[in-house]
């Protein structure tokens, strides 16, 4: 059924795109308005098999360079800075587009950079500073690659503790569904059950897959090297912490050491935020407005003159969603 409507929407979209109706809409709806496009990962095909990410912050590495190509040909590509300026001035040039990837992974460096440098266009990328230059991975990674363990070996024991044992009767994909959905589930659980949780699977757990390199984190020389060529770096805060989650202390202290840690590696001051997992709340802006100018959140859609800065949209980019020049163009205009 997914197949069926992945297709259906994709000879909509390749009839509004041939018959021009998207530039209409385009130019009707990004009139003086910047849409935000939100990115993690970007990998080739031998490292998105092996890959414990979730799909939906991936996207191939051929179809990257197929999508960077379509918005240097078709919008006005900001900077963070010009981003800046446009929402202070409150006009933007019309079609403009901000590219952003969260987490900085070090894929960002091994394949978007190349890409981005060979369309010489800028972007910019929202670290969790914690992350860069450490040999740490994201819980999500960590518990996917113990599912992916468990499954193979048939460990129901390991599996019974976070009531995934049913998994052994699926198939490989949907078992893998039904453990992303978990991991969705659990991102309501305080930091310290989850570690307590992954460090409890992995005592049991014989074949743990370790984080593959493929998995891990931008280091601060490549931090540097993009910095000096059309990349802008921004915080993420420091642990990836959802910050709804914790305490007003934790959450100054995100706020305040990520954004010291980035002028103290790179020198320069991180006016914007991205929020982990794009929550946030009202009660969170008097504390995040103190330290940043510009706050980006999840919600899909452009930016608007007027819009809050501390709860800027975006719209998240992944191979699943726009898989065609059609269909990427269908979700940047927020049809699909």
Not at 136 to 156: A, C, M, N, P, V
Not at 247 to 267: F, H, N, P, R
Not at 280 to 306: C, K, N, Q, W
């Amino acid at each position: 059924m997914q197949k069926l409507k992945h297709l259906i929407k994709g000879m909509i979209a390749s009839i509004l795109y041939y018959s021009g109706v998207l530039h209409l809409i385009k130019h009707y709806k990004l009139s003086n308005s910047c849409v935000v496009l939100t990115y993690h990962r970007v990998l080739d095909d031998k490292h998105l098999k092996i890959s414990n990410s979730n799909p939906s912050i991936i996207v191939d590495l051929d179809l990257f360079d197929e999508q960077i190509k379509f918005l240097k040909a078709n919008f006005s590509i900001l900077s963070l800075s010009d981003l800046q300026q446009g929402i202070y001035s409150e006009r933007f040039v019309d079609g403009s587009c901000l590219i952003t990837f969260d987490d900085g992974w070090v894929d960002n460096y091994t394949y978007a950079y190349p890409v981005l440098k060979k369309y010489n266009v800028p972007a910019t990328i929202f670290l969790a500073t914690d992350y860069i230059g450490s040999d740490k991975s994201f819980w999500q990674e960590e518990l996917t690659g113990i599912i992916k363990s468990s499954y193979h070996d048939k460990d129901r024991e390991a599996l019974e503790i976070i009531d995934l044992e049913n998994i052994l009767e699926l198939s490989t994909s949907d078992a893998l569904i039904k453990a992303q959905e978990k991991i969705q589930e659990l991102k309501s659980l305080p930091d310290f059950e989850l570690h307590d949780l992954i460090g409890r699977l992995k005592e049991i757990v014989v074949r743990h897959a370790d984080s593959l390199s493929v998995d891990k984190f931008l280091n601060w020389d490549q931090v540097k090297e993009m910095q000096a060529d059309n990349i802008t770096f921004a915080s993420h805060g420091c642990s990836h912490s959802i910050m709804t989650k914790i305490s007003e202390d934790q959450l100054q202290y995100e706020l305040e050491e990520s954004s010291a840690v980035i002028k103290s590696k790179t020198g320069i001051y991180s006016y914007a935020l991205a929020y982990p997992n794009g929550n946030f709340d009202e009660s969170m802006t008097r504390a995040v407005s103190a330290i940043y100018d510009l706050a980006f959140a999840t919600e899909s859609g452009p930016i608007h003159p007027g819009d809050n800065k501390y709860s800027l949209k975006r719209v998240n980019i992944h191979t699943g969603a726009a898989d065609t020049k059609q269909l990427f163009f269908c979700k940047i205009l927020g049809l699909f």
